[in-house]
Nanobody, 125 residues
């Protein structure tokens, strides 16, 4: 299984980015795919997730206005569109996959089976 995250970079506040996560070695319809992020000196936090089979979205209320998760079946790729970027969005963004029927909660990074290597997003003020 491989999750390859990309699309990060240095962007000015107010700008936008689209992160990508190319998945291979797993049948995405059997998984919930998610994005997490980890800012310097902070714990990794949940951003958003999608049940690939049903399309159901799991969002954080504080983030759903600016963070949009989506997926492309044909490309086996997960996306995260981020708009109106703020300096506090600076973090390493990780994609992750958990089996659909796994116990636990989609919000916990302890309950994911596979992780990508992360992509750095830096927002300048």
């Amino acid at each position: 299984v491989q999750l390859q995250a990309s699309g990060g970079g240095l962007v000015q506040a107010g700008g936008s980015l689209r992160l990508s996560c190319a998945a291979s070695g797993l049948t995405l319809s059997n998984y919930v795919m998610a994005w997490f992020r980890q800012a310097p000196g902070k714990e990794r936090e949940f951003v958003s997730a999608i049940n690939w089979s049903s399309g159901y979205l799991y969002d954080r209320d504080s983030m759903k206005d600016r963070f949009t998760i989506s997926g492309d079946d044909a490309k086996n790729t997960l996306y995260l569109q981020i708009t109106s970027l703020k300096p506090e969005d600076t973090a390493i963004y990780y994609c992750a996959a958990r089996r659909r029927y796994r116990g636990g909660t989609y919000r916990s990074d302890q309950d994911y089976d596979f992780w990508g290597q992360g992509t750095q997003v830096t927002v300048s003020s």
